[in-house]
């Protein structure tokens, strides 16, 4: 079983290693053969491992080799397959497989070698993203995690000649380090109180930390967790990593990267739920983000940035559901947004496809006739996202909705009327792309096509997905015991579950909640639809609309606050205070050294009664000083 | 006999090594040696638990006290490893580079490593001293013949603080030699010698001055970018690649166990100097315009990482300063060869007039961006590993100083990736037009580096295993 099981991330490096290595000599039809290939046996096996847990229960940890062993410090190479990593296992590998057969179409104008280089990224991120959640410790999760932060690093500057995308790369790099070192310090943390970071040993002794230590921990790992899933302050690299191809955002938005910090949380749920404190502000951030990323998606008008805040918006959501202890809502919502973002951005890229790189929605239009399959496709994943029952998004929001109205019914109205600006939001974007009359240039109008089959089949299984995928966890105000996730999940959340106490809600005011919920949803996006889907003209922004046009300014604000100052200080530091002052110490030693060995050369002025009288003065200064060290008698009669 | 082999290749060879006249006869003498002088120091690893073929003793100037004692232990091991390994990589890397009187600066190239080699393996502090200096004067001249445009001035700041240094720490072998029970240099003697609370202190400054300047640590570090901008490549990578070591080492070895009590004493502040001196280092190396500054800074905030470890007196930091003696070493002599490499070709190390390198040397830029990776301490490399050891020593003394000292790693990022963008992305300009990819034997040099990185990265215990005994020594002293 453990070879098996080392095979899940071994076939994807392997991949990597032959793309990357022979990336010269391959033809574009094998990188994409192996790219691919790589990827649909690592989910072969992930279905067979998830059989067997489903089964069997978890699988027993599979131990390696031991990766740093110091007395204090014990850090196994090893990996865990249990309910939580095997459903992340079929998501990355199933929805990482479909980005992979995507991209073999939308990638094929590159030269040979890029493309196989393209597929070598592509590897190595799912790699990366398998070993983050295989780990059985939290040191091989966070290899995983900065390996993440690394390919995504790669392929948001995948077309390095860009300079502007290199920034992009960059900027979502040192972000994502930012969070990292609050992981890392937790992890330091852990291991200082236990010796180790195995999940098993750390959640079994939790309650050998003391409050207090709980606390900072998990806060220290939601820092983590919010540079990674881009939640405030750490989202502004999210959006900026559009520069990517489009088939790597849809791959760090769904299958990979981002969901690694509610993974994270997921995974430790024990440890949140006994530091009240923490789990709050986990609730009020990830709140927070919900509502100010869904401000900004308001007024984009690039289809792909719409798509990156709305990431960032619905991954608030799951940290609201972690926040107020809706767990296996969290990790539902993780699935089914896999499944309708996944499609949305793919979506997105056979749009950008067919109109040349045109990424303006302003000079889209009328596209559902010429892409049906994509529009049928594209306006299932909205319904998806906007919450509409039956379609996944809907149960899966629903389900943390409610979460959050136990905790606090503010939550509640807060977290509903960020749903209902998505449902705003993806309906202009639907309007403005598919629907009136197209307003690009005849030359694009003239190119217009439906995309080839290997970027309508992912569209379609992703749709299919985004459709049924909610039936997995239909809550039991609809049927008894109907909800398989959670009861898939029990084993992981049990632990938790012990501290909460179940409040349901009557099933009258559950009643009430969705249905309110969803005729304010249809209600917008009858709206949306009817005051989008014939715009012609486009008014500048002004005022409030303005300032959600520029992203609140916070880019400009990070800049004018943190960059300019912090290289200003460097400069200083390299300009002025490194010459001047500490070389400039070291140089008037030099001096002073130069100019008292000329005063010195006074006194050998060639007088023998003044030598005398430096010897004697000499001996006496030393016989004082040293009048009890028989060192220095011992050392003279060495000498002599 | 394995060490007094180490010590005796290098240096037979490197005075051999003046009379070649030839320049390929030089070259390929030097290659010969520094791969034989590998071959023994393989074979002492691989000896490592026989210790009479790791530790040899004889006499030498008995009036005195001092004996020829060398041997081997993990941490010696390590870094005769790293000194041998070294080597080979330089000469074969800088292959092409021509030098006026190739004889000489070979031969200066083998006797500095004959002098690190002795300085490493020294059980014997007078030995130590003498090996100390010897590592010292060929590499000045080293700098001072061949290097840059400004090399006189320069390498005489190197030389005249360094030659402070060891003054200072000459002075402290000699008032701790009169004070040990059998007036004798050896190290087991040093160990034993019981001082006043005051005399540790001011002997231990007197050391640690000395092995400051070496690192450097903030704020004795002024010589360093200069001197390396200033050398000759091949002697840079020497120097910061391996010599700087020795001033690691020797705190490791010849001061925290002889002055323990004033070990406990300075830590702290010794811990805050290297901490500031990260911090300030990386925000410089932020700003620069120029390669080898810029891995000269980066450089000095890594070895401030490693002294605030080491003082921080915990079994998990000294176990990481122990394998990252190594690996910065591999890693930084990585990134000098990416350097030279980009010099020899177009003649320049300014950032803002290169860009976009990756598309006419595309197996350059995948190979800096492994070592990139490396300095950065990604995971899976090597340099992951020592340093997470590292600052899980800092955390352990103390969460807010690990903290603090942790911004270097964000810090790191910044710096690195700049590197990366300014020399290979971005579109390319009337100078980098014309460039082609590198040769191939730096090509090789730099894969072998990349795969040395890797697998110490992903499978390190043996190396932990390796130098597990002298960290042992090194708490047991301190307790």
Redesign the interface.
């Known amino acids: 079983m453990n070879n098996l099981i080392i095979l899940v991330p071994l076939l994807p490096f392997i991949g990597f290693l032959i793309n990357g290595l022979f990336r010269k000599s391959l033809t574009k039809s094998m990188s994409g053969i192996i790219g691919s290939g790589v990827i649909l046996a690592a989910f072969a096996i992930s279905v067979y491992l998830f059989m067997q847990v489903r089964s069997g229960g978890a699988i027993p940890t599979a131990v390696y080799f031991d990766f740093i062993n110091v007395e204090s410090l014990k850090v196994q190479f090893a990996f865990q397959i249990d309910q939580l990593s095997s459903l992340f296992l079929l998501i990355i590998t199933g929805i990482g497989f479909l980005i992979h057969l995507y991209s073999t179409a939308y990638m094929h104008e590159e030269k040979p070698e890029h493309f196989a280089r393209y597929f070598a990224y592509l590897n190595l991120f799912v790699f990366s993203m398998l070993l983050l959640v295989m780990g059985s410790n939290f040191v091989i999760m966070f290899i995983g995690w900065e390996g993440v932060g690394l390919c995504s690093y790669l392929l948001i500057g995948f077309w390095f000649k860009n300079t502007n995308y290199n920034y992009a790369a960059k900027k979502a790099f040192v972000m994502n380090r930012i969070g990292d070192l609050g992981f890392l310090l937790a992890i330091f943390w852990i291991i200082a109180k236990l010796g180790t970071s195995n999940y098993a040993d750390v959640f079994a002794s939790v309650k050998s930390f003391t409050p207090t230590e709980l606390t900072a921990i998990t806060m220290l790992l939601f820092v983590g967790a919010m540079g990674k899933s881009a939640q405030i302050p750490l989202y502004t690299w999210l959006p900026d990593a559009m520069a990517g191809p489009t088939p790597v955002s849809a791959l760090i938005h769904a299958a990979t990267m981002v969901t690694a910090g509610i993974y994270m949380i997921a995974r430790s749920n024990i440890m949140y739920t006994i530091a009240p404190y923490t789990n709050t502000i986990v609730a009020i951030v990830g709140l927070a983000t919900a509502i100010f990323a869904a401000t900004i998606a308001l007024k984009q008008n690039d289809i792909k940035k719409v798509l990156a805040y709305s990431t960032v918006s619905q991954l608030g959501y799951m940290f609201l559901g972690l926040g107020v202890g809706a767990y296996t809502g969290a990790v539902f919502h993780v699935m089914t947004h896999a499944f309708f973002k996944a499609l949305l951005f793919l979506g997105a890229g056979s749009v950008i496809h067919a109109m040349h790189h045109e990424q303006d929605i302003r000079k889209m239009g009328g596209l559902k006739k010429h892409m049906p399959i994509t529009h049928i496709t594209f306006l299932l994943g909205c319904l998806s996202i906007a919450g509409v029952p039956p379609f996944s998004g809907f149960f899966s929001k629903d389900e943390i909705l409610v979460g959050a109205y136990n905790e606090n019914p503010l939550f509640y109205y807060i977290g509903l009327a960020g749903a209902l600006m998505t449902a705003f939001y993806m309906f202009r974007l639907y309007a403005l792309t598919f629907l009136g009359k197209f307003r690009g240039t005849h030359a694009q109008e003239h190119h217009l096509h439906e995309s080839p089959a290997a970027i309508t089949f992912p569209l379609i299984v992703l749709a299919i997905l985004s459709v049924l995928g909610g039936l997995i966890g239909i809550p039991a105000l609809f049927a008894e015991n109907a909800h398989s996730l959670e009861k898939w999940l029990d084993p992981i959340f049990a632990g938790s579950n012990e501290y909460t106490t179940a409040h349901h809600l009557e099933h009258s005011t559950e009643w009430i909640m969705v249905g309110v919920s969803t005729t304010l949803i249809v209600i917008i996006i009858a709206y949306a639809w009817r005051s989008f889907s014939r715009k012609e003209r486009f008014e500048e922004n002004t005022g409030v609309g303005k300032v959600l046009e520029n992203k609140w300014y916070v880019d400009e604000l990070y800049d004018s606050i943190i960059v300019r100052p912090l290289n200003g200080l460097a400069g200083f530091f390299k300009n002025v205070f490194e010459k001047n002052i500490v070389d400039g110490a070291v140089n008037g030693v030099g001096r002073l050294v130069q100019y008292s060995s000329r005063q010195v050369r006074l006194i050998q002025n060639g007088q023998v009664s003044s030598y005398i009288l430096v010897m004697v003065l000499s001996l006496i200064v030393i016989v004082l000083l040293f009048r009890e060290q028989t060192v220095i008698v011992s050392a003279l009669r060495k000498i002599f | 006999m394995i060490p007094v082999l180490l010590i005796l290749i290098p240096l037979v060879s490197g005075l051999i090594s003046f009379f070649i006249k030839d320049v390929k006869a030089a070259k390929g003498w030097a290659l010969l040696s520094s791969i034989l002088t590998l071959a023994v120091s393989l074979a002492g690893i691989w000896l490592y638990n026989q210790p009479a073929n790791l530790h040899y003793d004889a006499a030498w100037l008995p009036t005195l006290g001092t004996r020829f004692t060398v041997g081997l232990d993990g941490m010696g091991q390590i870094l005769c490893l790293l000194n041998a390994v070294a080597m080979p990589i330089i000469f074969a890397a800088t292959y092409r580079n021509s030098y006026q009187n190739p004889g000489a600066f070979y031969a200066l190239m083998l006797l500095t490593q004959a002098g690190m080699m002795g300085v490493f393996l020294a059980y014997d502090c007078l030995l130590f001293y003498f090996f100390w200096e010897l590592a010292l004067i060929p590499a000045y001249f080293l700098c001072s013949q061949w290097g840059g445009e400004k090399r006189i001035a320069v390498t005489f ?1 190197f030389f ?2 360094t030659f402070v240094g060891s003054l200072l720490m000459l002075v402290g072998i ?2 701790l030699y ?2 040990t029970p059998d007036e004798s240099f050896a190290l087991q003697s040093f160990y034993n010698v019981v001082l006043t609370g005051n005399e540790q202190s001011f002997m231990f400054w007197l050391f640690f001055i000395a092995f400051a300047i070496k690192m450097p640590i ?2 004795f ?3 360093q970018p200069d001197t390396y901008e200033q050398a000759p490549t091949a002697a840079t990578m020497v120097l910061s690649g391996v010599m700087v070591k020795m001033g690691i080492f020797a705190v490791l070895r010849w001061l925290i166990p002889v002055f323990p009590d004033a070990t406990l004493q300075f830590s702290q502040l010794i811990i805050i100097l290297s901490i500031i001196g990260m911090l ?1 280092a990386s ?2 190396a ?3 315009d120029d390669i080898k500054r810029l891995i000269a800074y980066s450089s000095i905030a890594h070895i401030g990482l490693m002294c605030a470890a080491i003082f921080a007196q915990e ?2 930091g000294l ?1 990481g300063v122990m394998i990252q003696m190594f690996n910065h070493g591999i890693n930084v002599i990585g990134l000098w060869i990416v350097a030279d490499a980009i010099e020899n070709k177009l003649g320049t190390r300014k950032f803002s007039q290169l860009g ?1 390198l ?2 006419k040397a ?1 197996a350059l830029a ?1 190979l800096l961006v492994v070592m990139a ?1 490396a300095n950065v301490a ?3 490399t090597n340099a992951f ?1 020592g340093e ?2 590292m ?2 020593g800092l ?2 003394y103390n ?1 807010w100083m ?2 603090i000292a ?2 270097s ?2 810090l790191a ?2 710096y690195t ?2 590197m990366i ?1 300014k020399i ?4 390319t300009n009337a100078l980098t037009e014309q460039a082609t990819e590198v040769r191939s034997n730096v090509q090789w040099m730099l894969a072998i580096l990349a795969v040395v990185i890797i697998v110490l990265g992903v ?3 043996p190396m ?1 295993r390796l130098t597990e005994d002298t960290v042992n020594s090194i708490l047991a002293a301190l307790k």
């Open positions: 700041k005249i603080y000699l008032y009169y004070k903030f704020p570090h002024t010589w300030y925000l410089i932020i700003r620069q079994r998990t176990q976009g990756a598309q595309p995948i990776l990604l995971p899976l590993v997470f050891l600052f899980n955390f352990r969460i690990s903290a942790g911004i790693i964000i990022a910044v990736l700049n963008q290979f992305f971005g579109e499978y390190p215990q932990i």
